[in-house]
């Protein structure tokens, strides 16, 4: 199991910004791939956005070109920077394997986006 910690989120007005980091506890966080997961009030967990252990990244259509995915393996943490925030970005945000497969998900961290 490698745990994870979110950190990072908060109440921001629509247009804001933020930056939530993950850090993981184990070595298999620096070459596996990895992505930011989010849960609205209502809604199935979605996929958001991915980065390969190569760091090449990838993004559901509904925040490309608005958040950024990035890893820093020698410190086994995760970055995802928020930019144009938006109302329906409202959720807990969890990081994680992809696939998860078995992994258990952290505590999440709370982004709500509203003026």
């Known amino acids: 199991q490698v745990q994870l910690v979110e950190s990072g989120g908060g109440l921001v007005q629509p247009g804001g910004s933020l930056r939530l980091s993950c850090a993981a506890s184990d070595i298999i966080f620096r070459i596996s791939p990895v992505g930011w997961y989010r849960q609205a009030p209502g809604k199935q967990r979605e996929l958001v956005a991915t980065i390969s252990g190569g760091s090449s990244p990838n993004y559901v259509d509904s925040v490309k070109g608005r958040f950024t995915i990035s890893r820093d393996n020698a410190k086994k943490t995760m970055y995802l920077q928020m930019n144009s925030l938006k109302p329906e970005d409202t959720a807990v945000y969890y990081c994680?394997?992809?696939?998860?497969?078995?992994?258990?998900w952290g505590q999440g961290t709370q982004v709500t986006v509203s003026s």
């Open positions: 994680n394997l992809v696939p998860r497969g078995r992994n258990s």
